[in-house]
């Protein structure tokens, strides 16, 4: 593929981002995902509603928000940078809004996996004895792990196609900010661009496609892990 410095340096970005929000986020989805699935408690509609606002709210309002949030006017804002931690207008802003986006699908992945666990099998362990986080590590977790896994991916996926709440909160700096979805967007809106944004979004689709045969082929060995040692 043909592509120049500034494609290149929206792809590594684009990776980098997308990286980190996934392992960022990972813990606690898991944390939300297990709390949603198997606890019972007075607001638990509202968590779940507030855990999946984002995906029905327009991506350029989630990044006003956060431009009104963590914005350099805003208190947190101001706060964070007295620490040195820079959000809005920095790379480090496209993961809180990637983060942000492709959570909800994580914990979405995750709860219909804890969900998918007879409740028996962790309780028969826990009367031999184990410890509550033992009979996680070494039951649930072996049994949930294909959905964590395909939250994951889907988290990272998410993360690297997200466009609205990161342009909106840290817009498109070549060079700093600019991700894959923004570099494909600017090239489309200079005369002639048209090719080099189909070679961008070409790269864009071979990167998905790769973590989901990853995914999958992860996902198959853990299985076939699980089936052997029962």
């Known amino acids: 593929m043909d592509l120049d410095a500034a494609a290149w340096a929206a792809l590594l970005l684009s990776l980098r981002v997308a990286t980190v929000a996934m392992l960022c986020s990972l813990p606690l989805a898991l944390w939300v995902a297990w709390i949603l699935a198997r606890k019972q408690f007075r607001g638990k509609g509202v968590l779940s509603a507030l855990v999946h606002l984002p995906l029905v709210l327009p991506p350029v309002v989630t990044g006003y928000l956060l431009l009104l949030s963590f914005?350099?006017?805003?208190?947190?804002?101001?706060?964070?940078?007295?620490?040195g931690i820079g959000l809005a207008f920095h790379w480090t802003g496209a993961v809180l809004a990637a983060l942000i986006m492709s959570f909800p699908l994580?914990?979405?992945?995750?709860?219909?996996a804890i969900e998918a666990v007879d409740p028996r099998i962790e309780a028969a362990a826990a009367t031999l004895g184990a410890p509550r986080i033992s009979v996680f590590c070494r039951v649930t977790l072996p049994l949930i792990f294909p959905g964590i896994l395909a939250g994951a991916v889907m988290g990272f996926a998410k993360a690297m196609g997200e466009f609205g709440a990161t342009i909106t909160f840290v817009a498109n700096i070549p060079g700093q900010t600019q991700t894959l979805p923004s570099a494909i967007w600017t090239a489309l809106q200079v005369p002639g661009g048209e090719s080099r944004a189909l070679t961008m979004a070409a790269l864009a689709g071979l990167v998905a496609l790769a973590a989901v045969l990853l995914s999958e082929a992860l996902a198959r060995r853990v299985a076939r892990r699980i089936s052997g040692a029962r």
């Open 71 to 83: 914005g350099r006017n805003a208190p947190m804002g101001r706060l964070l940078e007295s620490f």
């Open 106 to 112: 994580m914990v979405r992945a995750m709860r219909l």
